[in-house]
């Protein structure tokens, strides 16, 4: 387990994950730190939404000394009733999130939490190529977004019986990839094959520029170049 630590009015903050999320982990510590000075972050019944997260502080002792863990969800399970210590899971969606926001020039990125419901077509769940399309929210708590078909013979014309309403956390369990576009803006368009996003589109159907799966190989073929590199220098 990696740990991020930081003081807040005094008072150290640990947050942990698996994986090197430093970039996410700084974020998150200091907009705990901005909100500290108009609220009471350490008050028992403290809960942030940042991103689409929910953050909370749990006060611990460890090894004799006073310090507050940072908590998330449990999306996987039930996110209303468990927290964990892991934030792994939000910090990964976080960044996953920020990159298509900065890649496609994003300014006013459209705000969209785990309990906020999308509309899913149930024949696409395990269909290998789909899209999510972004239109205007119709009730509170609904993110606009809709996951279907790609090429449907029966656009606009399923019965009610054939669509289901679901948090967008559920897409964890069959399109995780789909969470990268969520804070995207009304008309926003996106294709994915299996669990790769193949296009993204603004509402004009112009094409954005997004992060590919070829993107992703070639950074981590050059990070892994660099750390040899870096070892064999410090031989």
């Known amino acids: 387990m990696i740990t991020f630590e930081a003081e807040i009015k ?7 994950t698996n994986a090197p999320l430093k970039n996410a982990a700084v974020s998150l510590l200091q907009a705990m730190n901005k909100l500290s000075a108009r609220t009471d972050i350490f ?3 403290f ?6 997260a929910r953050y909370y502080l749990s006060k611990r002792t460890e090894k004799g000394e006073e310090v507050y863990v940072v908590q998330t969800a449990d999306y996987e399970n039930d996110p209303f009733k468990l927290r964990i210590d892991d934030c792994t899971l939000p910090l990964i969606v976080q960044n996953m999130q920020m990159d298509t926001n900065f890649k496609a020039k994003v ?4 705000p969209t939490t785990f309990k906020d419901t999308i509309l899913v077509l149930k024949a696409a769940i395990n269909a290998p190529d789909v899209y999510m399309n972004r239109s205007d929210k119709t009730r509170n708590g609904d993110s606009g977004w ?3 078909l790609l090429n449907d013979e029966k656009e606009d014309q399923h019965d009610p019986d054939e669509l289901i309403t679901v948090p967008t956390r559920e897409l ?7 969470l990268r576009v969520l804070q995207m803006p009304v008309g926003t368009v996106a294709v994915f094959h299996d669990n790769t996003m193949t296009a993204l589109v603004d509402k004009d159907d112009k094409p954005l520029p997004f992060t590919t799966e070829d993107d992703r190989k070639k950074a981590i073929a050059a990070k892994a170049a660099a750390e040899k590199a870096a070892r064999g220098g410090e031989g």
């Open 146 to 148: 809709y996951f279907g």
């Open 107 to 110: 300014a006013r990125p459209e």
């Open 10 to 16: 005094e008072r150290k903050i640990k947050l942990y």
């Open 47 to 52: 809960a942030m939404t940042y991103g689409w």
């Open 43 to 45: 008050d028992p019944r």
């Open 172 to 178: 964890l369990k069959f399109r995780g990839e789909a």
